[in-house]
């Protein structure tokens, strides 16, 4: 990880610790503004231009579910992307319980 993210992930790793967060998972329930509101979380949202590509970013070993955001859009053309539908439609059978056949 280069320096840079280093120290983006420490921010981040720091703000979870103030947030009494026990999981990455936790992060789901945080907004832009929670982040916006810290010293140097402007700069961070610039940077990244949400909560979610930052974590994409900074945490690429945690399979991140962009719908299970409490406060997050799409980015612009993340519906129109095959892979990401697939994903979503995949998730949401498992959460269902159902089965398909190809």
């Known amino acids: 990880m280069n320096r840079s993210l280093s120290k983006h992930r420490k921010f981040f790793d720091s703000l979870a610790k103030k947030l009494n967060f026990d999981s990455l998972s936790d992060w789901y329930q945080t907004s832009n503004e929670t982040i916006r509101s810290r010293p140097g979380g ?4 610039k940077i990244y231009s949400s909560l979610y590509n930052a974590l994409v970013s900074l945490y ?4 991140w579910k962009l719908w299970n955001f ?5 980015p612009k053309k993340f519906w ?7 994903s ?4 949401l059978g498992r959460e269902l319980g159902t089965t398909y056949e190809k």
């Open 42 to 45: 402007p700069t961070l949202l």
């Open 88 to 91: 979503y439609l995949d998730w």
């Open 70 to 74: 409490k406060f997050s859009f799409a």
């Open 60 to 63: 690429p070993e945690h399979d």
């Open 80 to 86: 129109k992307d095959h892979y990401n539908r697939r």
